[in-house]
C-alpha cells in the first residue's frame, strides 16, 4: 500500500492559483499513474486530471483544460496540480489517487486515495 499525502490547498480568490502537491510513500509510485479527483459539497466525486507513470501523457476533464496543470516527479515521488484561473465552481475536497495501471487513472482502478485537501474559491 502507498501513502499519499496532499498539501497546497486553501481559500483564493476568483481568478487566483493554487498549487497542490502528493507526496507518496512506497516504491510502487513511479510505476504508477497518478490522477486528481475532487468532490464539492453535495456531488459526486469527479475526475480531475490525470498522469501516466512516466509523465509523458496527461488528460483532463473538460471543465479545467487549458486552466489545470498536472505535472510529477518521481524523484521526489510527488504529483503536483498547478491551478490557474480558479472560479468558484472549482470549490471542492480535492483527492490525490493512484491507480493500479500504468497509464489510466479512472476511479475502478484506483489503488490508493489521498485524505484530501480543501480548495475554496471565493468570488
Known amino acids: 500500500q502507498v501513502q499519499l499525502v496532499e498539501s497546497g490547498g486553501g481559500l483564493v480568490q476568483a481568478g487566483g492559483s493554487l498549487r497542490l502537491s502528493c507526496a507518496a510513500s512506497?516504491?510502487?509510485?513511479?510505476?504508477?499513474?497518478m490522477g486528481w479527483f475532487r468532490q464539492a459539497p453535495g456531488k459526486e466525486r469527479e475526475f480531475v486530471a490525470a498522469?501516466?507513470?512516466?509523465?509523458?501523457?496527461?488528460s483532463y476533464a473538460d471543465s479545467v483544460k487549458g486552466r489545470f496543470t498536472i505535472s510529477r516527479d518521481n524523484t521526489r515521488n510527488t504529483v503536483y496540480l498547478q491551478m490557474n484561473s480558479l472560479k468558484p465552481e472549482d470549490t471542492a475536497l480535492y483527492y490525490c489517487?493512484?491507480?493500479?495501471?500504468?497509464?489510466?487513472?479512472?476511479?475502478?482502478?484506483?489503488?490508493?486515495w489521498g485524505q484530501g485537501t480543501q480548495v475554496t474559491v471565493s468570488s
Open positions: 512506497g516504491r510502487t509510485f513511479s510505476g504508477s499513474a
Open positions: 498522469i501516466t507513470w512516466s509523465g509523458g501523457a496527461t
Open positions: 489517487a493512484r491507480s493500479r495501471d500504468t497509464r489510466n487513472v479512472y476511479e475502478a482502478l484506483v489503488a490508493d
